[in-house]
């Protein structure tokens, strides 16, 4: 949802990693927008997974109102079993409520009970590389991202995963996300889904129901991933 | 307490003297040392000529540089002062300040032509008394470093309304065409229609609504990016006339027109037209004659990364900065130009000054990709870009990761033929130390 507004830090790479892993396995992706001021869609409810991205406070403000006419058929999908991944703002628009830097509140959709407040200066950001362990299906896994964020979310009884390195939920935290089996909320950028293959698989299997993926050749992604583990958790 | 202005600028000067004699660059450390004494160290110069700076996000160094060459040329110019290497923050345009000031602070030049980092165009002419500003463009870029675009725009948008420098805009870019004040006339600049404008937004883009009203912006087309002719259906924002329009582009013959003047260049990418543009409006300004414009167009170049060529005896590579994902696709728009096969070397870092976020290089559009045989990623995040082409639908067999320079260099340098190379901000220095280091070894033998 919000593609156009909601794109700050690559975060449609997502998608990108989404399509790719789906096309090479010859998996039938097909991909759906809802921009701002786009005709209210009735099929919500019955898509796979909805992605929602991150954006600038301005944009966040923009948008709003019109997710909100959304509440129940989101509400209704998350009931579904549908997919939830969001990121950043998309993650704190689905809480209780997001306190922007300009002190304006804005109400979130309520799916989940954490809510989020950012400092009213504007340079008090938590930035930088980010690791944090994540559970899937029972397995540990590192998942690196980059955090840029002024809010600080609070309330999250499930997190994500436990920060490794970076700061997560709230500056310093040690915690970072939400998650349910079929929810990933986070502040991980990079995009999230180019730097963890294992997870983009997660999200695949748990929206296709087929269990055993087809391995893919992944070296420059597990190279890739190798160099950044040494160099972040050193 | 503040140390008077004859301190400052004698202290200034000896921090420069200590950095020549340490053998360090002077270029920045003197102003960042008087900036740490007194954050309103600029105070202390005293300009007596125009000052004339270029801002935006891309093509500030070259336009800069344009313009000191044909202020340089006049007859009667006896000293234009610029910041030729991009030290552009006030530290920088301090450090350049103090280096030509006498023990007063007082400048003597007869212009100052100024490369300035647009979160920095408040800071330095709120001492500064700016005659003319330049803004090209806004892009994303470096994120995690400048901000959001938005902040951004909003700073120098603020600094206009209490300043009254005229201003040269780029007519076709939303988020500039917004600085004008109200009731303010400004000279706009433009490059009319060309071959490879799109009706689809085709790269990533910022200001796709309009900052006045919110409604979505029409184009009529896109040039590049977010960069054409627009306009907002609810408000009529957007409807300006340009006082200067490139035409008759005619890219094998590199020459297009200029209020019917005819005027040759080295350089035809789209956004390098829009940097001419500006140029010309600027210098017409100051009623330069088309002819020293012309001369300055047909000679200028840029050994420093940018357009840079080198050669081998059997292969010719194009290195090309790029510091945002704007930046890339220009020089993937070459790469898709040239007709034959070719090879694309990437290097990529993630040092404090690139900005430690690398996501931008998923804005970049690798969706075409003609005729490339091979790609080598280098950089400290060579790996990363390695990943990023693979997922845009690029054969990964062909990918070659080599975060080592001089091993990327003997890589692209294997086979003969047409070469591009893409390299951000810390990583374009490294890149040319390193092909040149090739091309000597390779002649020696």
């Known amino acids: ?234 | 307490m503040k140390l008077p202005k004859l301190v400052l600028i004698a202290v200034g000067k000896l921090a420069a003297v200590a950095c020549r004699l340490v053998g360090r660059d002077a270029g920045n450390f003197p102003g960042l040392a008087l900036w740490t004494i007194d954050k309103s160290f600029l105070r202390c110069f005293s300009v007596d000529c125009p000052v004339i700076a270029v801002t935006g996000t891309n093509g500030k160094t070259s336009t800069t540089n344009y313009l000191n060459k044909i202020f340089s040329s006049l007859p009667n110019e006896k000293c234009v002062i610029t910041n030729m290497q991009g030290n552009n923050l006030d530290t920088g345009i301090g450090s350049l300040l103090l280096h030509h000031c006498d023990m007063h602070g007082r400048i003597h030049a007869d212009h100052l032509v100024l490369e300035v980092d647009e979160s920095h165009v408040p800071v330095i002419f709120k001492y500064l008394k700016l005659e003319t500003l330049v803004v090209l463009n806004f892009f994303r870029d470096q994120l995690d470093r400048n901000g959001e675009v938005e902040t951004l725009i909003l700073k120098v948008q603020k600094f206009l309304e209490h300043s009254d420098a005229q201003l040269v805009l780029n007519a076709d870019d939303p988020n500039v065409v917004r600085l004008c004040p109200k009731g303010k006339k400004a000279h706009f600049f433009s490059v009319e229609k060309y071959e490879g404008a799109t009706d689809e937004l085709y790269e990533a883009g910022e200001g796709k609504f309009c900052p006045f009203c919110a409604a979505a912006l029409e184009y009529e087309y896109y040039q590049y990016s977010h960069i054409g002719r627009f306009r907002c259906p609810r408000c009529g924002y957007g409807d300006v006339t340009p006082e200067t329009q490139i035409k008759d582009i005619d890219f094998d013959n590199s020459c297009f027109k200029i209020n019917g003047e005819a005027f040759t260049s080295k350089y035809m990418g789209i956004y390098h037209l829009y940097n001419l543009s500006a140029v010309y409006t600027a210098a017409k300004l100051y009623n330069i004659d088309s002819k020293l414009i012309n001369d300055a167009f047909e000679d200028f170049q840029v050994n420093n990364g940018r357009m840079e060529v080198f050669r081998t005896s059997d292969a010719e590579l194009l290195l090309n900065l790029a510091k945002n994902p704007v930046g890339a696709n220009m020089t993937l728009r070459l790469l898709n130009q040239y007709k034959g096969e070719e090879q694309l070397l990437f290097v990529l870092n993630d040092n404090v000054a690139d900005g430690l976020d690398v996501s931008w290089i998923w804005d970049i559009n690798f969706s075409i990709f003609n005729n490339v045989t091979k790609v080598v990623t280098s950089g400290t995040r060579a790996y990363d870009i390695a990943v990023r082409i693979k997922y845009s639908g690029y054969d990964a067999q062909k990918i070659v990761p080599i975060p080592d320079l001089d091993a990327a260099a003997a890589e692209i340098f294997s086979t003969g033929g047409r070469k591009f190379a893409i390299a951000n901000y810390t990583a374009v220095q490294p890149t040319r130390a390193a092909l040149t280091r090739y091309i000597t070894a390779k002649e020696a033998h």
Not at chain 1, 103 to 131: P, W
Not at chain 1, 157 to 176: A, H
């Open chain 1, 1 to 234: 949802m919000y593609p156009g507004l909601l794109d700050l830090y690559g975060d449609s790479g997502n998608v990108e990693a989404l399509r790719y892993r789906c096309a090479v396995r010859g998996i039938d992706l097909e991909v759906f927008t809802h921009e701002l001021g786009d005709e209210k869609r009735a099929d919500i409810a019955d898509m796979d997974i909805i992605y929602l991205g991150g954006g600038a406070d301005y944009e966040q403000q923009q948008l709003a109102e019109d997710l909100i006419s959304y509440r129940k058929e989101l509400s209704d999908a998350h009931k579904n079993g549908t997919f939830m991944l969001m990121i950043c703002g998309g993650y704190q628009l689905m809480g209780k409520y997001y306190k922007d830097s300009n002190d304006k509140k804005i109400d979130g959709l309520g799916l989940f009970e954490y809510y989020t407040e950012a400092s009213t200066d504007k340079r008090d950001r938590c930035i930088g590389n980010i690791v944090v362990e994540a559970e899937l299906d029972g397995k540990k896994y590192k998942v690196i991202g980059f955090e840029n964020h002024g809010g600080q979310t609070f309330g999250s009884d499930k997190p994500f995963g436990r920060t490794l390195c970076g700061n997560g939920n709230v500056r310093g935290g040690e915690y970072e996300g939400y998650m349910e089996e079929r929810v990933i909320a986070t502040y991980l950028h990079g995009p999230l889904l180019s730097k963890n293959p294992l997870l983009t698989d997660y999200i695949i299997s748990k929206c296709t129901g087929i269990e055993q993926l087809k391995k893919l050749d992944d070296s420059l992604e597990e190279r890739c991933r190798d160099i950044l583990l040494k160099r972040l958790l050193k």
